[in-house]
């Protein structure tokens, strides 16, 4: 029901937008969440699982994917030192440096590995990602966020898909719209001026997925509204 319900909102707010509902991919959050519950979600048609933690994910996956008739696409949406062949897609890459580590996990010969540069537009200092605060208005910001964006687009070894970024938290959704309008500015921009297609912007969780998906998003990153709240976290994590 849940996921009925989500596509449900994916697609009017996609209609809103005059886009079509296959331009956004759904990437169900499933971290915390054990194995069976993924199992179920994979049975109900869910296609995209996002996790944040390599040793977490590692233990869950190879139970999921033996489970499934075709195994589903698994990204990783969090801050790690990761193994490629776990992963098809990684949407967290904050630093070149982290970049050429992840370029040298994939092994010679095998298809590069997509990746999106993970962008902080609102400024929070909570928030990982490229600084990227104003970068309409800041060359020296400008400048370094397009040498590193220059610098990835030349590792053969990845694919750089497009930006990831996370909005503040807001109890109104519609407050998110200007960070998802600005990182879908700067991607448009980068385009231009790198002649790279770049085509995806990763943006929206639960709170917001409707509003980045008016400004853009073509993956929205959903957990709660899918798998229910997640048990609150203890100390130290
Ligand atoms: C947990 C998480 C999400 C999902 O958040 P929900 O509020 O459960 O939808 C999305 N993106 C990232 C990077 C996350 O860590």
């Given at each position: 029901?849940?996921?009925?319900?989500?596509?449900?909102?994916?697609?009017?707010?996609?209609?809103?937008?005059?886009?079509?509902?296959?331009?956004?991919?759904?990437?169900?959050?499933?971290?915390?969440?054990?194995?069976?519950?993924?199992?179920?979600?994979?049975?109900?048609?869910?296609?995209?699982?996002?996790?944040?933690?390599?040793?977490?994910?590692?233990?869950?996956?190879?139970?999921?994917?033996?489970?499934?008739?075709?195994?589903?696409?698994?990204?990783?949406?969090?801050?790690?030192?990761?193994?490629?062949?776990?992963?098809?897609?990684?949407?967290?890459?904050?630093?070149?440096?982290?970049?050429?580590?992840?370029?040298?996990?994939?092994?010679?010969?095998?298809?590069?590995?997509?990746?999106?540069?993970?962008?902080?537009?609102?400024?929070?200092?909570?928030?990982?990602?490229?600084?990227a605060?104003?970068w309409q208005?800041?060359?020296?910001l400008r400048?370094?966020?397009?040498?590193?964006?220059?610098?990835?687009?030349?590792?053969?070894?990845?694919?750089?898909?497009?930006?990831?970024?996370?909005?503040?938290?807001?109890?109104?959704?519609?407050?998110?719209?200007?960070?998802?309008?600005?990182?879908?500015?700067?991607?448009?921009?980068?385009?231009?001026?790198?002649?790279?297609?770049?085509?995806?912007?990763?943006?929206?969780?639960?709170?917001?997925?409707?509003?980045?998906?008016?400004?853009?998003?073509?993956?929205?990153?959903?957990?709660?509204?899918?798998?229910?709240?997640?048990?609150?976290?203890?100390?130290?994590?």
């Open positions: 029901e849940r996921i009925a319900q989500v596509q449900a909102h994916i697609a009017a707010a996609c209609a809103r937008a005059g886009r079509h509902p296959d331009a956004v991919t759904l990437v169900a959050v499933s971290k915390t969440q054990p194995p069976e519950v993924l199992r179920a979600a994979l049975a109900a048609g869910l296609r995209h699982f996002g996790e944040n933690r390599v040793e977490e994910a590692a233990a869950k996956m190879p139970l999921v994917n033996a489970a499934a008739a075709v195994p589903p696409v698994w990204h990783m949406i969090g801050k790690a030192k990761l193994i490629p062949p776990l992963f098809q897609v990684v949407h967290s890459v904050d630093t070149l440096k982290l970049a050429q580590r992840l370029a040298e996990q994939v092994p010679a010969g095998a298809a590069p590995l997509p990746v999106l540069l993970e962008i902080n537009i609102s400024g929070e200092d909570s928030k990982a990602g490229l600084p605060t104003g208005q800041d060359a020296a400048a370094a966020l397009w040498d590193t964006v220059r610098a990835v687009l030349a590792l053969p070894a990845l694919e750089l898909r497009g930006l990831m970024t996370m909005a503040p938290f807001y109890d109104e959704p519609e407050q998110t719209r200007p960070v998802f309008a600005a990182l879908a500015q700067l991607a448009a921009a980068l385009r231009h001026d790198t002649g790279a297609p770049l085509p995806d912007l990763s943006m929206g969780m639960t709170n917001d997925y409707t509003v980045a998906i008016e400004e853009g998003a073509t993956i929205v990153r959903v957990g709660r509204a899918l798998f229910g709240e997640r048990p609150a976290p203890g100390p130290g994590g």
